[in-house]
């Protein structure tokens, strides 16, 4: 009756794990083209000015290592507690929260002569910023059950509610003719930049550290393990004793801090102040990217590329075609559908046809 | 005699401001108790609401936009379906995805439509009832998806608890395997929930686009989605629970307005806050009761089903 049928594979396929996120691309872009096409656009140049122009210079290779940074910080954490079924999704306003902790920081230390010290004492802040606000998900799910989807989502929009407040209020620049924006930050409370001619600076070392040393944790620690048992067989892992509230609280607290990093790294870095809109969506999209990048360090960094070149490609639709921007986000649903319908290749075999009669 | 006067539009407000999360929560709680996890009630919302509105404004006819706004809810709701059911995907990741496609979807159809007005829904009064102190307005004075949305209340719960077809959707969701075992079909009636989640979504989406602002804006549902996804929690799906919730979170959205409409001195993004930290103080106050929340919870919520498995 059916026209096919799914049949459970012995073991999970490897090669399936790796060929499904390029099938996945390969889905999206054929879907692209129908897009463009629908919308009345030569789809080849359309795709073109979308996927490839952006990064056929240096510059443009630059912005993408600038969009990958905060993307690539954000997800590691984020692919850690996936893995341990810690479905943290409020990354975006811890994100907000490390840029309002670490830019206080840089104002408050505003006109006072700051040394080196100031940068690394913003990056601190911001990490204990994200922190701060992904453990009130961690706290409210230890202690008492409440689902961490929802209140870390809820307080993501508590999180840009407070923005919105601080640049209208207490970080406005005072000479700033009343615009909702700080001051431009001093040079002791900009990021360097890393490659001349670009916009890269150091939060993109972050970033391959980070990547690092998710690696190191997941594959060389015990911690690593305890996180894989409680996410595969939590009724194994209780009974080997491991204290899944302790992992909650370290998903939490791993992801939340990588995400404050990579709200310091956005005002220290291209933006250079406050202002009401610092990410365009970057704790959503490392949501896409942690699983396009198979929750492993690795896959993240190319995922990172990747989401990044979606949005670079839509601000360049933008002009060249006049697209809306929110194309962007078509795209990234669209990648992140394809990648999840065709994950079933992984643990099953596909037959089409009536079912035969058993063998 | 003030207050009281002050009283009366405000519960009608609250009427109002409780509609689409009404819809929206009511269809997720059908979808879960056949044992489906949908996140992705904010992007069905949105996708409604944009369909609705762009439906209503080209024909004309708020009827054929608040139907567009169902039919386009459940035709994205359809890809969450197949995904999850026929693909056996991941339920969080897929309704995470369907929310992140919705938001770009929905600005994409809506670019022509921003900043379009379009005319108020008429109010159904009800002579005579209409002018009563302060109730009148607000129980007899809404316009027709209103008292749908209220209509749906029993209309869910009598599905659900006095139908034949209901039984089967709760058996479904409680246990797949004997559901399946008994020779119930478990794909397909769960994807009939997950349609009409959909459609309920989207039916609040174009509630917000038609009625209540009524305009289409980028973002425009502001997270009553995941507010609505909260509410089946806080009403430990159970339906008519769903309506004391929904009100609750109309008034405080409401309270939060008319404090600013005051003058009191607070910012007015701080007062904005107030409905998403009500939502995380009632999870919380909820959650607590694990043993309730255990005793209500659909046994098979999220979990895959494969016959063969």
């Known amino acids: 009756m059916s026209l096919f049928r799914l049949e459970p594979r012995g073991e999970a396929s490897k090669t399936m794990l790796y060929a499904t996120p390029l099938l996945a691309v390969a889905l999206t872009l054929a879907s692209g083209f129908l897009l463009f096409l629908a919308l009345g ?11 490839v122009a952006p990064v056929s210079s240096l510059r ?32 975006e306003g811890q994100l907000t929260l490390g840029a309002i902790a670490g830019g206080g920081v840089a104002l408050a230390f505003y006109g006072e002569g700051a040394g080196w010290w100031l940068l690394p004492l913003m990056m601190l802040a911001g990490i204990a910023g994200g922190m701060l606000w992904a453990a009130i998900p961690a706290f409210l799910r230890v202690r008492f059950n409440a689902s961490e989807i929802l209140t870390s989502l809820m307080l993501t929009y508590v999180a840009l509610l407070l923005l919105n ?20 930050f001093e040079e002791a409370a900009t990021l360097p930049i890393l490659i001349a001619g670009t916009r890269v600076h150091l939060g993109a070392l972050f970033a391959l550290l980070a990547v690092a040393g998710g690696w190191v944790l997941m594959a060389r620690t015990f911690i690593g393990f305890q996180i894989k048992v409680i996410g595969l067989t939590p009724q194994a892992a209780g009974y080997a004793g491991f204290s899944q509230k302790r992992i909650i609280w370290l998903c939490m607290l791993l992801s939340g801090g990588l995400a404050g990093l990579a709200g310091v790294g956005e005002i220290a870095g291209p933006i250079g102040q406050i202002t009401p809109s610092i990410s365009p969506g970057y704790g959503f999209t490392a949501i896409i990217v942690a699983f396009l990048g198979r929750l492993h360090p690795l896959g993240i960094l190319l995922a990172g590329l990747l989401m990044a070149l979606s949005f670079i490609g839509g601000e360049a639709a933008q002009i060249e075609l006049s697209l809306p921007k929110a194309i962007t986000g078509v795209f990234q649903g669209m990648l992140l559908f394809f990648l999840l319908a065709t994950d079933v290749l992984i643990r099953y075999r596909v037959r089409f046809g009536a079912r035969r009669a058993a063998a | 005699m003030t207050e009281l006067a002050l009283l009366g539009p405000i519960l009608a407000a609250m009427m109002t401001a409780a509609t689409p999360l009404l819809f929206a929560a009511l269809g ?16 069905m919302m949105l996708v409604g609401a944009v369909c609705g509105f762009a439906a209503a404004v080209t024909t004309g006819s708020s009827t054929v936009g608040f139907i567009g706004g169902a039919a386009a809810g459940a035709a994205v709701s359809a890809v969450f379906g197949v995904l999850v059911l026929f693909l056996l995907a991941n339920q969080v990741a897929t309704g995470l995805a369907l929310t992140l496609f919705g938001i770009g ?5 809506g670019q022509g439509f921003v900043g379009i ?8 009064n009800v002579p005579g009832l209409t002018d009563l102190p ?6 007899f004075g809404q316009d027709a998806l209103v008292y749908l949305a209220l209509f749906m209340v029993p209309a869910v719960h009598w599905f659900l608890f006095h139908t034949r077809a209901g039984l089967k959707l709760r058996a479904v969701g409680e246990n797949q395997s004997a559901a399946h075992a008994l020779g119930y079909k478990v794909i397909g009636i769960r994807f009939l929930a997950v349609l009409f989640g959909g459609a309920m979504s989207g039916m609040a989406g174009a509630y917000l686009s038609l009625s209540y602002t009524p305009m289409w804006a980028e ?13 089946v929690v806080f009403a430990t799906w159970k339906p008519a629970r769903v309506l004391v919730g929904a009100w609750l979170f109309g008034g405080v959205t409401i309270a939060q307005l008319h404090i600013q409409g005051l003058g009191i001195e607070v910012p007015s993004q701080l007062l904005s806050m107030l409905p998403y930290i009500a939502t995380v103080v009632v999870l919380v106050v909820i959650s607590r009761d694990v043993a309730r929340i255990r005793l209500n919870a659909p046994a098979s919520l999220g979990k895959v089903f494969h016959p063969d498995a």
């Open chain 1, 41 to 51: 656009f030569d789809p080849v140049r359309a795709l073109h000015a979308f996927f």
């Open chain 1, 60 to 91: 443009g290779l630059g912005e993408l290592a600038l969009k990958a940074t905060p993307l690539v910080l954000c997800a590691i954490g984020l692919s850690i507690g996936f893995r341990a079924n810690v479905w943290n999704i409020g990354a």
């Open chain 1, 165 to 184: 407040y601080m640049v209208n209020g207490p970080y406005r620049d005072p000479d700033g003719f009343a615009f909702p924006e700080s001051r431009l």
């Open chain 2, 28 to 43: 997720e709680l059908v979808v879960e108790k056949s044992g489906v996890l949908n996140l992705g009630v904010e992007g």
């Open chain 2, 105 to 109: 979807l929905s600005a994409l159809i």
């Open chain 2, 117 to 124: 007005p379009l005319a108020d829904l008429p109010e159904l």
């Open chain 2, 134 to 139: 302060v109730i009148g307005k607000a129980l």
């Open chain 2, 219 to 231: 973002g425009l549902t502001g997270g009553r989605g995941w507010i609505a996804v909260a509410l």
